[in-house]
């Protein structure tokens, strides 16, 4: 009873319950105990101190513009629409211009740090679509069985079977919405679920059969509540691990489509990969020598698939404990 006065003095204090503040206690812990798994996975804390330069770039490019002007000297912070070069086929790099200029005569540098904030937001948006879409169709099948397991998991076949690179490529040309980042993020979201439902639906078929969810049924429990509070928070983990590689892949994809020209549009939204679409397809960059055109943009596609694949493999030691160092 000693032991737990003082967590009775905190529970009476804030007027919540005693169960309430234990359950804090109990989530504090486990915070604490995942944050040092975590700290001992160099791939991971390398992982997350790249994203975070990225992160960083996304949320303030502007300020990054501005130490670069001041740091360089130039007259202004360039945006990555400001001409400020002249027009034709790029300019080589200079004490004005550290990466060059593209054919619009916009600043590379620029568009680089303004690039991050379009193609992370791809990334992870796109990703919370296809994980979303893949956790509703694996939690479903796998919990209802039957029919309608069958019908489920023969459309989930037919989206694994197809070539993924090629229905993303189909589905971008030939749905509405122009070169839009709504289309894009739609595009990579719905191409890339099939595998997280049957992840999902293998999780949900083991967990279903365990004693604790029989016990839940036994007490009156429905099928909603059963999903909610017992299988979803077990399915959770995986699903969260499983994000971190796909956001990886979906900034991939967003490269890969705005290189064949079907991404945004480069006169409107920056990102990585219509910069990329540039340089080689219509200022043919490397044939000009303007490498840094090319290399700047790539590195930091490079980066940031990195870093998401490392802080992957540190979660995949988090959530799976066979994978611990003893």
Known sequence: ?????????????????????????????????????????????????ILLV???????PAQIMWVFSTVGG????????????????????SSEHWLGTDI??????????????????????????????GSLVGLLSGFWGGWRDEALMRVTDVFLVMPWLV???VLAAVLPGGDSVTKIIIVIGITGWSSTARIVRAQVLSIKKRAF???????????????????????????????ILTVAL?????????????GPNATKIVTWGNMLDDAFNTAHAMDTGLYLWVIIPGLCIVFVVLGFTFIGYALDEIFNPKLRKR
């Open 1 to 49: 009873m000693d032991g737990k006065a003082p967590q009775i003095r905190l529970a009476n204090l804030l007027g919540v319950s005693e169960p309430f503040i234990e359950r804090v206690r109990l989530y504090r812990k486990k915070i604490v105990q995942t944050g040092g798994i975590f700290r001992r996975n160099r791939m991971g804390v390398l992982g997350l101190a």
């Open 54 to 60: 990225f992160v960083i770039m996304a949320v303030f």
């Open 74 to 93: 130039w007259e202004y912070p360039y945006g990555p629409f400001d001409e400020v070069g002249p027009i034709g086929p790029g300019v080589e790099p």
């Open 104 to 133: 619009r005569g916009n600043d590379i540098l620029a568009r680089t740090i303004y690039g991050a904030r379009v193609s992370l937001t791809i990334g992870i948006v796109a990703t919370v679509v296809s994980m979303g879409l």
């Open 167 to 169: 229905l993303m490529i």
């Open 213 to 243: 969810i029989e016990r839940a049924r036994a007490v009156g429990s429905g099928d909603l509540h059963i999903v909610r509070k017992h299988i979803f928070p077990n399915v959770f983990p995986l699903v969260f691990a499983n994000s």
């Open 250 to 262: 979906s900034i991939l994809s967003e490269s890969a489509l705005s290189f064949i020209s079907l």
